[in-house]
Antibody
């Protein structure tokens, strides 16, 4: 049973970089696409981006210039960096994984980590 | 960009009712649409993928249909544990992008 767990700071100052890591347990990371998804207060879900263990990535055009992702399959983890954050980036951030070889059929989810952007 | 609309934004129903949620895409997305259940404080859960395929382990009272721009998600025989927000999600491969609908809150 694959399980995902996000970790990182719960508070980030405006203009700084939000850095989160997702630990994957109970299975190998290979041959899966791994994504970050967030939910801002009172709003719906927003797909941030994905990374494959091959290193290929893509992200939401609205965030693309600020998003970088990496994967370390040897440690069974992948990471998100979101630069130049503002209050609008306050959200619960989920790491997630795709089923059936798909990027977007998201069957694996972490519990979510709340992140607040505030000075 | 493909925009997704969902209706209704919220609904109240009784145990045993049949509940229907619709999702409309701003352009043809074939069957590249999934449905998720999201309960407060929990991770979202995949229910339906590719418009009509029931994910393993999901009760058969959940179903989905549609293709192109119009999609329907149905809960037959609504149960108390079905209280949640339900999201549709469209996805594309070229380029690989995804957008969630705004969600439908289901209350009893």
């Amino acid at each position: 049973q694959v399980q995902l767990q996000e970790s990182g700071p719960g508070l980030v100052k405006p203009s700084e970089t939000l850095s989160l890591t997702c630990a994957v347990s109970g299975g190998l990371m290979r041959s899966h696409y791994w994504s970050w998804i967030r939910q801002s207060p009172g709003k719906g879900l927003e797909w941030i981006g994905y990374i494959h263990d091959s290193g290929s990535t893509n992200s939401n055009p609205s965030l693309k210039s600020r998003v970088s992702m990496s994967v370390d399959a040897s440690k069974n983890q992948f990471s998100l960096n979101l630069s130049s954050v503002t209050a609008a980036d306050t959200a619960v951030y989920y790491c997630a994984g795709g089923f059936y070889g798909s990027i977007f059929i998201v069957g694996y989810w972490g519990q979510g980590i709340p992140v607040t952007v505030s000075s | 960009d493909i925009q997704m609309t969902q209706s209704p934004s919220s609904l109240s129903a009784s145990v045993g009712d049949r509940v229907t949620i619709t999702c409309q895409a701003s352009q043809d997305i074939d069957n590249y649409l999934n449905w998720y259940q999201h309960k407060p404080g929990k991770a979202p859960k995949l229910l339906i993928y590719h418009a009509s395929n029931l994910e393993t382990g999901v009760p058969s009272r959940f179903s989905g249909s549609g293709s192109g721009t119009h999609f329907t998600f149905t809960i037959t025989n609504l149960q108390p544990e079905d209280i949640a927000t339900y999201y549709c999600q469209q996805f594309d491969s070229l380029p690989p992008l995804s957008t969630f609908g705004p969600g439908t809150i289901v209350e009893i």
